[in-house]
């Protein structure tokens, strides 16, 4: 059995996607700052008949996302899909005008930073595990094809993001690793027929399975 690991695991996507992936048959690996959350998701998946644990992990330290992954293998067998979708903080949006350097830290080692650590732990694996197998999945807000004047720390950094998935794309597409993108305009809404988190959590399945598309948008908002 092969292993997604969620990287940003919390009750809306990451639990849609873990029970996604886990109807599939993969272990479930759920990563989030907070043990104690992702402990008790585990433990709600495990009664559903998902092989799932929790990881402790914060994006904005690379180290913390390289040990919780390296522990992840170790618990639960190797990575086969990797997504990076933690839920950005409310202070990474100001006001372009009132942005400054400063402001641009947190979200340049959320979006940017975080995932680089993560490919890095990841790829020695995929390619391990073979052609056409190793998925690595980003899921981004509208802020990253659109930048919102009101939201500037994630459009500067999920256009940072952006660019380095695209890159991936097309560099890992050679190996038969898929890198897809996820883009969720507007707010994830339970019982939306388009913006369900388990309608969102299909979208990325079928990247995964089909390997056929770099990115997908959901909802132009
Ligand atoms: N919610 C929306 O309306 C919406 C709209 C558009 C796009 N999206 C995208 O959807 C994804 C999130 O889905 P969701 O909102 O349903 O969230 P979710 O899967 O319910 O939870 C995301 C988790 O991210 C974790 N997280 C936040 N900061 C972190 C950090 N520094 N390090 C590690 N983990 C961190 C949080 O757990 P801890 O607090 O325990 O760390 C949280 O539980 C993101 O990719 C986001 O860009 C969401």
């Not at 390296?70 to 997504?83: D, F, H, S, Y």
């Not at 490919?119 to 899921?139: A, E």
């Not at 097309?170 to 994830?188: A, F, N």
């Amino acid at each position: 059995m092969t292993t997604i690991a969620i990287i940003g695991a919390g009750s809306g996507l990451g639990a849609a996607v873990a029970r996604r992936f886990g109807a599939e048959g993969f272990s479930v690996a759920l990563l989030s700052r907070n043990q104690g959350r992702v402990d008790a998701l585990a433990e709600t998946l495990s009664a559903e008949g998902i092989e799932a644990k929790g990881f402790a992990a914060d994006v904005r330290d690379p180290d913390s996302i390289t040990r919780a992954l390296e522990a992840a293998t170790e618990t639960l067998g190797p990575i086969e899909v990797l997504q990076y979708s933690p839920l950005p903080q409310k202070d990474f949006m100001r006001p372009v005008l009132e942005t400054t350097p400063s402001d641009l830290v947190g979200p340049v080692e959320f979006s940017i930073y975080g995932p680089v650590a993560a490919v890095h732990q990841v790829l020695p694996g995929m390619r391990f595990l073979g052609k056409d197998k190793g998925t690595i999945l980003f899921v981004n807000g509208g802020s990253a094809v659109k930048p919102g004047r009101n939201v500037t720390g994630t459009s500067v950094a999920f256009a940072g993001q952006a660019a380095y998935a695209q890159l991936l794309n097309e560099v890992l597409g050679e190996e038969g690793i898929q890198v897809s993108q996820l883009i969720i305009g507007g707010r994830i809404i339970d019982g939306d027929p388009e913006k369900d988190p388990a309608v969102l959590a299909g979208h990325l399945w079928d990247l995964h399975a089909k390997r056929d598309r770099f990115r997908l948008q959901i909802s132009s908002d």
